[in-house]
């Protein structure tokens, strides 16, 4: 069974950090590019980076270069989303998805407020 679970969500203070993980089963993770995308308090999805399947591409949305970075661990079937200097407007529902956008999670909640 083809699956995406996220962790590591939670409620955090402005410039706090967060790793949020990504475990893949039931297909070949590694030949996948992956991403991570999220949503907003009353608003649409928003995606904000892109990995390739060996790790050494990445792209980020403007917001949040310089205070995130994506990576993965092939061996663990495992997509991680550091996030550094959290602000305010990163509170979201962050999923995990895989390239064509085919495969999703159930998605982790990250709030950042005082």
């Known amino acids: 069974q083809v699956a995406l679970v996220e962790s590591g969500g939670g409620l955090v203070q402005p410039g706090g950090s967060l790793r949020l993980s990504c475990v893949a089963s039931?297909?070949?993770?590694?030949?996948?590019?992956m991403h991570w995308i999220r949503q907003p308090p009353g608003k649409g999805l928003e995606a904000v980076s892109i990995?390739?399947?060996?790790?050494?591409?990445?792209q980020y949305v403007d917001s949040v270069k310089g205070r995130f970075t994506i990576s993965r661990d092939n061996a663990k079937n495992t997509l991680y989303l550091q996030m550094n200097n959290l602000e305010p407007e990163d509170t979201a529902r962050y999923f995990c998805?895989?390239?064509?956008?085919?495969?999703w999670g159930q998605g982790t909640q990250v709030t950042v407020s005082s």
């Open positions: 998805a895989t390239g064509l956008f085919s495969t």
């Open positions: 039931g297909f070949a993770f590694s030949g996948n590019w």
């Open positions: 990995i390739n399947k060996g790790g050494d591409s990445t």
